[in-house]
C-alpha cells in the first residue's frame, strides 16, 4: 500500500507529537524542527505535503514557504500553514504568501487537520494501489 509522506516543520516537540498522534496511522511523516532543516531535508527527499509551523527560531514559516515556491523541484508541494497566530486577517495573508491552507492551533478538532490534508493531496493512482 502506497502511502503519502508529509513532512512536518515544528520546533515545539509537544505539537510534533499531537500532529504525529493524529496522522501517523494514515501517513508517512519526516519530521523537522527548524526551517533550515527543513529545507534540507525537503531538497533530499521531496514529501507529497509539507505541514509547516509559522513561528520557528532563525527562520520563520514565511520564509521557508518562499523557499519551498522558489525551488523548481519543491514549488508544487503543497503547504498548509499550522499556526497560533490565528487573527482576523491572517488567512489571506498566509495564502497570498504561498500556502495552500491553513490550520490554527491548538488543533481542537483533528477533522480540520485531516480534511485539510485529504483536500490538498492527489488521488492515488489506482494501478498503483494495494
Ligand atoms: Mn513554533
Not at 501517523?24 to 527527499?45: P, V
Not at 504568501?97 to 490554527?104: C, K, L, R
Not at 491548538?106 to 498503483?128: F, G, Q
Request: glycine share 4%.
Amino acid at each position: 500500500m502506497t502511502r503519502r509522506m508529509i513532512a512536518v516543520v515544528e520546533d515545539n516537540a509537544d505539537n510534533r507529537l499531537l500532529v504525529q498522534a493524529l496522522l501517523e496511522d494514515l501517513y508517512d511523516l519526516t519530521e523537522y524542527a527548524t526551517g533550515i532543516e527543513a529545507l534540507n531535508g525537503l531538497r533530499d527527499s521531496p514529501p507529497d505535503l509539507v505541514l509547516l509551523d509559522i513561528s520557528l527560531p532563525e527562520m520563520d514559516g514565511m520564509a521557508v514557504a518562499r523557499e519551498i515556491r522558489a525551488d523548481a523541484r519543491l514549488r508544487h508541494l503543497p503547504i498548509v500553514a499550522l499556526t497560533a497566530h490565528a487573527m482576523s486577517g491572517d488567512r489571506e495573508k498566509f495564502l497570498q504568501a504561498g500556502f495552500d491552507s491553513y490550520v490554527a492551533k491548538p488543533i481542537i478538532d483533528e477533522n480540520t487537520l485531516l480534511d485539510s490534508i485529504a483536500r490538498l493531496l492527489a488521488p492515488i493512482p489506482a494501478n498503483t494501489r494495494g
